[in-house]
């Protein structure tokens, strides 16, 4: 055997676990190699365990990585001999992406010009699939072993059924351009950092799909260019109204757009111009049983959607997303993980993963700050002990998150970084309001009216507030590159990717090159940090390490 395997950082498993020992002198580059088609799942002190599934490896795939590279990374890095049936099981898998394709094929004497035909370069693959009872009604006429016809309103619906039987399709049917309209980038004393350029490129080469970029790395920018190099009509949908408001303040910033040319669609406003920018929620909200809004997404010859916080997106905009696979789409997401496991749909639905820069390299080439991320743990007082192990589950969480035992660690940690723009994060209202009135500082929450926000933003961004506490309002698309100090006092249930949007708040890239602090207050023995750790393995997906330390230490 290759001397050089003997002393890999990695263990490959028949299971399709992989092993990473986190100390080890390779563990970064090893982390690298396989971070295109594996998955963190667990990340403790010492050995982290990715795994690698189907969907990962087709996402490699449509990203341009093929079969030779995954085994390549799989060899150079592993320990021992790296079983061989995982290597030929790898290899089918990815094989199995591109088989059956979507294509447009011309019609001369047709009054449409053109069909939407299922193609394989493998007959069996095709009968296979078409004796499943939900594809079978989506498709229409064979016309001949290797092609089936198909319904144009049926091209995502089969996308996401086909990739359910294990056989996803390459959707090469290609787009229409929607209504032209002239969209520039406005490049006076700036332009794309070269990874933004990278993942424009990369989506506008596959036509359709998600960029994965971490907070702070200028995602607004990426769909900027891509609407640059669309120079069409674009529907844009938001996670709230503020999130909107910045989409907007950005776009006539950075691109030729005017005022007149950028509607927005919320509870608030309901304008449909050449650009707009639409809440989810209010995409979502339902009249008599039906969508309201539907009409919006008809309302231009949209030559572009844009999903921002891809991650979030509602079940009910899948089903709409399913009727718009003629429009490009473009997802924008700091991770692909959703927490309700939905992660097929947007590979089907809105498309394969473009682009992925790593944080760690988007760190390391100084567009976001490096970050020291730390648990502080605290003792529930005996009497609030006691209520915990005597509660009912569903009341445990809050009783842990919220205790008393906290308050102290916070007032301390706010001191040590007195003066330093923070952000204290959490999920209860009366913890934060109480949290507040220790700090003597603003606070926050959905009951805020959106004017108020601005004005609290603004203010922060100013330095004339350095402290603010924010309810889960703030996870979401909230621009605040001078947050240097996050401290969460409490989060949901060890949602991941809270953690990605939290962490975010903080990594924009300082003017003197300062660390970012990022501290979770955690009460120990509880839920509170069964779900710490759940969260914690989002931070050590992205590289960073994390620190545990008891309160009465800091």
């Given at each position: 055997m290759d001397e050089s395997m003997n002393d890999g950082p990695l263990i490959v498993q028949s299971d399709k676990t992989l092993l990473l020992e986190v100390d080890h002198a390779n563990a970064e580059a090893a982390r690298r190699a396989i971070a295109p088609f594996a998955e963190l799942e667990r990340a403790p002190e010492h050995v982290h365990t990715y795994r690698i599934t189907p969907l990962g490896l087709w996402n490699a795939r449509a990203a341009g990585h093929d079969a030779e590279q995954v085994v390549d990374a799989l060899m150079t890095h592993s320990r021992y001999a790296v079983p061989n049936a995982l290597l030929v099981d790898v290899a089918d898998t990815m094989d199995r992406y591109g088989r059956l394709t979507l294509e447009k094929e011309g019609l001369p004497d047709s009054p449409e010009g053109t069909r939407l035909v299922l193609r394989t370069t493998d007959r069996p693959v095709l009968e296979e699939v078409l004796r499943h009872k939900k594809i079978k009604p989506l498709t229409g006429e064979r016309l001949d072993d290797l092609a089936v016809v198909v319904h144009p309103s049926e091209r995502g619906t089969l996308k996401q059924e086909l990739l359910k039987v294990g056989w996803p399709a390459e959707d090469l049917a290609g787009y229409v351009d929607g209504e032209a309209h002239a969209i520039d980038l406005d490049q006076a004393g700036w332009h794309l950092r070269p990874y933004q350029q990278q993942a424009v490129d990369g989506f506008w080469h596959g036509g359709s799909g998600?960029?994965?970029?971490?907070?702070?790395?200028?995602?607004?920018?990426?769909?900027?260019?891509?609407?640059?190099?669309?120079?069409a009509t674009t529907l844009i949908l938001v996670t709230n109204t503020v999130s909107a408001r910045q989409w907007k303040d950005e776009l006539l910033r950075r691109t030729t757009l005017t005022e007149d040319e950028i509607g927005e669609y919320s509870g608030a406003r309901k304008e449909i111009r050449p650009v707009t920018i639409a809440t989810y929620q209010v995409l979502t909200t339902k009249r008599k049983g039906a969508y309201a809004h539907l009409d919006l997404l008809d309302a231009r010859d949209w030559g572009l959607v844009v999903y921002d916080e891809v991650h979030l997106l509602p079940a009910p905009i899948f089903r709409m997303t399913a009727d718009l696979q003629a429009r490009r789409r473009l997802g924008l997401t700091a991770t692909l993980v959703r927490e309700d496991g939905r992660e097929a749909d947007v590979f089907s639905l809105i498309g394969p993963k473009r682009f992925d820069a790593p944080w760690k390299d988007i760190e390391a080439q100084g567009y976001i700050a490096p970050?020291?991320?730390?648990?502080?743990?605290?003792?529930?007082?005996?009497?609030?002990?006691?209520a915990y192990a005597v509660s009912e589950p569903e009341d445990r969480y809050r009783l842990a998150s919220c205790s008393d035992s906290k308050l102290p660690v916070v007032e301390k940690l706010a001191q040590q970084h007195a003066g330093e723009p923070t952000l204290v994060i959490g999920q209860y209202l009366d913890q934060l309001h109480e949290v507040a009135e220790r700090l003597g500082a603003e606070v926050i929450t959905g009951e805020t009216t959106v004017k108020e926000r601005q004005r609290l933003y603004d203010a922060f961004r100013t330095g004339a507030v350095t402290t603010l506490v924010v309810s889960k309002v703030a996870n979401f698309s909230i621009d605040l590159p001078e947050a240097s100090v996050a401290i969460q006092v409490s989060g949901t249930f060890g949602s991941r990717q809270e953690e990605a949007q939290r962490l975010g708040r903080v990594l924009r890239p300082k003017g003197d090159g300062r660390t970012a602090h990022f501290y979770t207050v955690v009460s120990r023995d509880t839920v509170d940090a069964d779900f710490a750790a759940h969260r914690q393995r989002f931070l050590a997906e992205q590289g960073y390490a994390y620190r545990i330390v008891d309160a009465d230490d800091l």
């Open positions: 998600v960029v994965v970029l971490p907070c702070g790395a200028g995602k607004t920018l990426v769909g900027a260019g891509a609407m640059a190099a669309a120079k970050a020291d991320c730390v648990e502080v743990r605290v003792s529930l007082p005996d009497g609030q002990r006691m």
